[in-house]
């Protein structure tokens, strides 16, 4: 390790480590550890490999076969392939006909893309607080926030838990309100024994960090075929119909324009990675939850490290991933030193997320805000992504928990 002065915005700790290398030698890997990193086999790339050599790689056979599989496995009606699940909330706020003089309400700890999605639409972003411990939105701070401009409600599954969704569907109905799930962080992950996605309207992602992934791509679940048109259209083009046709085995030769689309549709050479990723699913999502298990059992000798509380209704937990809180008073440092630290040990994290509200432009767009979500705003400034990963082991998880001890004794 490298004992040079310390530079610019370094904090103490690091400057620790790089002065006393000796000191951290037994808590130091010699291999960095990314805090996520996709589980890719080689029957994977053979898959992708077998793709190209077929002569059909955009949307075709295989998008087909996903959406199928993906139908099977959550038990959802209808699911539909997009680029991203940031183009899957595109085009279903679209769907909504969601605009100017519209308010969605929606957590702030979220990822930055939905609340953007909201101020393009032209919309209004009405952000909610979250419980400080499993960082779910509930129905009751919620429906505090509902009035007549109101017109749809975006709850967000957290971490790989479920929000407890049957009050703020009964809330939702009662206000005549649409509901979409951000299901990102919830393959795998069960509410009262339904899996996430089998019922309304749900947005999946397959970006690299998820516990599948197609490189890039998302999945929009739902039981309303009349929507579920719409969302295909809107995802090629405005087109009548998909860009690969299931009744003609190919493009029709007679599609038209129905409405303006956009080009959100998935390519074969990836629908494929997801189809060989979701046979695995179930057998990653089970090494995740062991991992997880593994860290909370060694974690509670180490008090100024929180882990997020798991919900106290029946879940399956998917463990996308595993999150802390840094106490800073009982820490004697703050989270991005925090942070700072364990990557000069060789340990990277993740941050999921800094409050949407508190990013530059919504802090300076909705001033008004900042305060009112204390929960939200407490967590923002401490959490922190540990590795968490599939092909992980338990001695990772004990060098992940060996540095932060040294971090923290130091």
Known sequence: MQTAGRTQGESPIVELINANPKDFEKAMRKDFLPFSRPSITETDIASMADVLRSGWITTGPKNAELENRFCAYTGCRTATCVSSATAGMHIALIALGIGPGDEVITPSMTWVST?????????TPV????????LMVTADRIEAKITDRTRLIIPVHFAGAAVDMDPIRRMADRHGLSLIEDAAHAIGTEYKGVPVGRTGTSIFSFHPIKNITTGEGGMVC?????????????????LGVDAYDRRTQGR???????EPGFKYNLPDILAVLGLRQLDRIDEMNAKRTLLAGYYREKLEAVPEIQPLAIPAYALKHAWHLFIVRVDTDKAGLDRDRFMSALKALNIGTGIHFRAAHLQQYYRETFPEV?????????????ICSLPLFPDMTVDDVDDVVEAIKKVLSQ
Do not use: M, Y
Not at 115 to 123: E, F
Not at 127 to 134: A, G, H, K, W
Not at 226 to 236: A, D, S
Not at 252 to 258: G, H, N, R, T, Y
């Open 222 to 238: 739902c039981d309303d075929p009349i929507f579920e048109e719409r969302i295909r259209r809107l995802k090629f083009h405005g």
């Open 127 to 134: 952000f909610v607080d979250v419980d400080r411990d499993t």
């Open 115 to 123: 609340v953007n999605l909201i101020v393009l639409a032209g919309a």
């Open 370 to 382: 900042e305060g009112t979500l204390p929960n939200t705003e407490w967590n923002s400034q401490r």
């Open 252 to 258: 029709s030769p007679q599609a038209e324009v129905i």
